[in-house]
């Protein structure tokens, strides 16, 4: 058989059969869908005075606070020289908000798990290891008296909630 | 909260110095005898700017007569102020520096706080929202007092926000923070408008305060950084924070119970900020018995373009210092055992701007001629202790500068001698103590 018309054909059939393949066998590419949250290791801001003011407010009244609200907050910041301890009141006074999102003490006991996993989602912005979600689980199953209350105060007064 | 466990180790460690060689913070092995002339130390910035002329000159009469003695003013348009609660002129309780001076740098004021409470010259702008570079009296008092005591004893109470917040510690190498007075500015703090975020905040029980605290510590050790509050500000222990806010949430109490309507036996039309500063002073002075206490008035800036108003402030603002002295007198722990120290922290021009009154007065500024650099002091205390009825200085021999204040005030509570000598250039201001 002449080369001339040796190669044309060789690369017909392999042209064929690629077209073949693509007909016969479809493959769909796509990364695994996984919930990202993130890590607490990976929190490297620290929120300004301003932000962990808002982002507070938000997150226990689940709304964005207005402009009133934040300027009245930052005044009493800005009028005591000790930022942790007026930081303390403005953050307690919010927790005795009637606008507080705060699940009662049933709604907690009746699902722990769910509990955790939100308040870990809210306040944190991730979920709990298994350490964690097991030491609080176990610190509610265990202690009748403590309150969501007790325990969003100490969340948005741990270290973590400082940064973002 | 890390930064309060901190302090309470600090504290375990000045516990232990009583019997074991303990090197200060100063770098001095043993504590100095103390050698203290009273226990606490009131020093009131009688601020804003006011001129020789209408104060111890009294040019126009006497507007200050719970200061000074001398014939009532007959200015038209002069408010009337009731008669000083003291029973006599603090000058005579005490020595007046009639001529002293606020000698160098802008005659801002911010400058002159700062040199009032640093004890140092500088020439920093106007009217800068920073901590000053040199240490504060807070912070000497605070590092070098032996025994350490904590930021409950020492305080700044202030007129106003915008730069004074700022003066409560400095940021200095060897002092900062760690070492700041508490502030409050209790205008705005104690205001309609802060009263919704911060007049009902959840208490907590002690043991449910425990409990939390486990949790806090649990999350805590779970995540790699420590996180101060990033505004910082000063540092008080557990036990002072929670006094503090006990303090805060008890005057909101007491505000609603109708106690601040008549402040300082004033009528309302004469509340001014000045007045409820002084009025705060004294709630931390009662609730705290402070050593050290620094509290300021501006409203005598009216000046610029009121001088009848600037007359009028210094009516009520004189009123109030004495109400203040009659107070410290009433108070158990402070009676009989502090000086008082009242200063402007600079002068006001000589010559007139062109802003009229409705009485047809000029206004003054205060831009750096030599009246505003013009001022007095009264240091008045314990009989005893401070040279009473005396008047030094003259205006060809003036006694005493703003730099000398930071000294005497270190010199009264007996830590002066701890100070590094390189730090502060003033003297003690001895011509008032016997």
């Known amino acids: ?164 | 909260m890390k930064r309060r466990h901190f302090l309470k180790s600090s504290s375990l460690a000045t516990a232990g110095m009583f019997s074991i060689p303990y090197i200060l913070p100063s770098g001095r092995l043993f504590a100095q005898t103390m050698n203290r002339k009273v226990n606490h130390v009131v020093f009131c910035l009688f601020a804003g700017g006011v001129r020789n002329m209408e104060s111890v000159h009294q040019d126009l009469g006497n507007l200050m007569p719970a200061m000074l003695e001398g014939s009532p003013s007959s200015l038209d348009g002069l408010v009337s102020v009731p008669p000083p609660v003291w029973n006599k002129p603090l000058a005579e309780e005490g020595t007046l520096f009639k001529e002293f001076r606020y000698a160098e740098g802008p005659t801002g004021h911010y400058n002159g706080h700062t040199v009032a409470l640093t004890g140092t010259y500088t020439n920093t702008g106007l009217n800068l929202r920073a901590n000053p570079e040199a240490p504060t009296i807070f912070e000497y008092y605070l590092k070098h007092n032996s025994p350490a005591v904590t930021a409950r004893n020492a305080w700044w109470v202030s007129n106003a926000l915008g730069p004074y917040p700022a003066l409560n510690y400095s940021s200095h190498a060897s002092y900062g923070p760690m070492y700041g007075a508490n502030h409050i500015a209790p205008t705005s703090l104690f205001s309609g408008t802060t009263f919704p975020a911060i007049s009902n905040p959840k208490q907590f029980q002690f043991h449910e305060e425990e409990k939390i605290g486990a949790l806090r510590s649990f999350l805590n050790r779970n995540f790699d950084k420590e996180a101060l509050a990033s505004g910082i500000g000063n540092f008080n222990t557990d036990e002072d924070a929670a006094a503090i806010q006990g303090f805060i949430a008890g005057i909101f109490q007491k505000a609603q119970t109708g106690a601040y309507n008549t402040p300082l036996d004033l009528p309302q039309n004469q509340a001014t900020n000045d007045v409820l500063t002084i009025l705060f002073a004294e709630e931390v002075i009662q609730t705290f018995t402070p050593e050290l206490l620094v509290v300021n008035m501006t409203d005598v800036d009216i000046c610029h373009q009121n001088f009848t108003g600037y007359c009028n402030s210094l009516q009520l603002s004189d009123y109030a210092v004495g109400h203040l002295w009659q107070t410290i007198q009433n108070t158990p722990g402070m009676a009989d055992d502090t000086i008082m120290i009242i200063v402007p922290e600079h002068g006001r021009n000589r010559e007139v701007n062109t802003i009229q009154d409705v009485y047809g007065r000029y206004g003054l500024d205060h831009t750096g001629d030599d009246s505003s650099r013009e001022i007095f002091s009264i240091i008045l205390g314990p009989d005893g202790i401070v040279n009473k009825n005396i008047v030094v200085g003259t205006p060809t021999s003036p006694v005493g500068e703003s730099i000398d204040l930071v000294p005497t005030v270190a010199n009264i509570l007996g830590f002066d001698g701890d100070i590094p000598s390189s730090l502060l250039a003033g003297r003690v201001l001895e011509e008032a103590f016997v």
Not at chain 1, 37 to 57: H, P, T
Not at chain 1, 65 to 94: C, H
Not at chain 1, 113 to 124: A, E, M, T
């Open chain 1, 1 to 164: 058989m002449n080369h001339r018309f040796v190669l044309p054909l060789i690369a017909f059939a392999l042209l064929v059969c690629s077209c073949s393949k693509d007909v016969q066998d479809i493959y769909l590419y796509e990364v695994q869908q996984v919930d990202v949250s993130q890590s607490g290791v990976e929190k490297n801001n620290l929120k300004s005075d301003l932000e962990f003011i808002s982002l507070a407010y938000s997150d226990l009244l689940d709304e964005t606070i207005s402009n009133q609200n934040l300027n009245r907050m930052i005044l009493a910041y800005t009028s005591v020289g000790d930022k942790e301890l007026i930081a303390d009141i403005l953050i307690r006074n919010l927790l005795n908000s009637p606008n507080a999102n705060i699940p009662s003490n049933d709604v907690m006991r009746s699902d722990v798990d769910q509990f955790i996993l939100d308040i870990y989602g809210k306040l944190f912005v991730r979920e709990p290891n298994e350490y964690e979600a097991w030491f609080l689980k176990d610190m509610i199953d265990n202690d009748p008296d403590l309150t969501p209350e007790m325990i969003f105060y100490a969340f948005l007064t741990s270290d973590e909630y400082r940064y973002f």
